[in-house]
């Protein structure tokens, strides 16, 4: 009953910003770990950015410095903001939350269905 609902994508010219969200139902949010992950054609799916229960943040090197993940608990959503978009920033990206559907379950993994970036040149 898990399910990731991921929003915000489209066509942008480099340079340009866009905000990925992603909000989740049917599992306990606020302790879950929540990331983006992002495939381009020919390449593996590779970690993007991570933020977890607590609010600690991780990012592949190649977006440091211009994205940023947050989340709002209330909402029940995370965030991704892409700054100074570059035409290898265009991918499909997925939410991802790690976390439990009641205090008692197992932690397992979850994904949205993927949303489609595209910076051109």
């Known amino acids: 009953q898990v399910q990731l609902v991921e929003s915000g994508g489209g066509l942008v010219q480099a340079g340009g910003s866009l905000r990925l969200s992603c909000t989740a139902s049917?599992?306990?949010?606020?302790?879950?770990?929540m990331g983006w992950y992002r495939q381009a054609p020919g390449k593996q799916r590779e970690l993007v950015a991570r933020?977890?229960?607590?609010?600690?943040?991780n990012y592949v090197d190649s977006v440091k410095d211009r994205f940023t993940i947050s989340r709002d608990n209330a909402k029940n959503t995370v965030y991704l903001q892409m700054n100074s978009l570059r035409p290898e920033d265009t991918a499909v990206y997925y939410c991802?939350?790690?976390?439990?559907?009641?205090?008692?379950?197992?932690?397992?993994?979850?994904w949205g269905q993927g949303i489609q970036v595209t910076v051109s040149s």
């Open positions: 049917g599992i306990i949010f606020s302790p879950a770990a």
């Open positions: 933020i977890t229960g607590g609010g600690r943040t």
């Open positions: 991802n939350a790690a976390g439990r559907v009641t205090v008692v379950s197992p932690q397992r993994e979850y």
